[in-house]
């Protein structure tokens, strides 16, 4: 397992964007099969993206055609564009890798006005 690391988390208002990305291991397996979750304080964590080793994409229906998964190999990292953000994609967002079970430690996004 590696520790991975997230970033690109913050305060954005309804309607704005980000991108978060996530890096740490030097493996490129590890990136195989990546994942971003959240979760909101009380509740499970749930699976906003996936991308397979195969670069198909599986998305939480609340955020499709709003977030997009990549994965750069060259650089050993995955992103999370998040487009259109809405109050309720508050939370903590934590990469995974479905590969070697290596995690991120998480970032907090949060959008308010």
């Known amino acids: 397992q590696a520790r991975l690391l997230e970033s690109g988390g913050g305060l954005v208002q309804p309607g704005g964007s980000l991108r978060l990305s996530c890096a740490g291991s030097?493996?490129?397996?590890?990136?195989?099969?990546m994942g971003w979750l959240r979760q909101v304080r009380g509740k499970e964590r749930e699976l906003v993206a996936r991308i397979f080793i195969d670069g198909r994409t599986y998305y939480k229906d609340s955020v499709k055609g709003r977030f997009t998964i990549s994965r750069d190999d060259a650089n050993l990292t995955v992103h999370l564009q998040m487009n259109r953000l809405t109050p309720e994609d508050t939370a903590v967002y934590y990469c995974?890798?479905?590969?070697?079970?290596?995690w991120g430690q998480g970032t907090q996004v949060t959008v308010s006005s």
């Open positions: 995974r890798s479905f590969e070697d079970d290596s």
């Open positions: 030097r493996k490129l397996s590890t990136f195989y099969d």
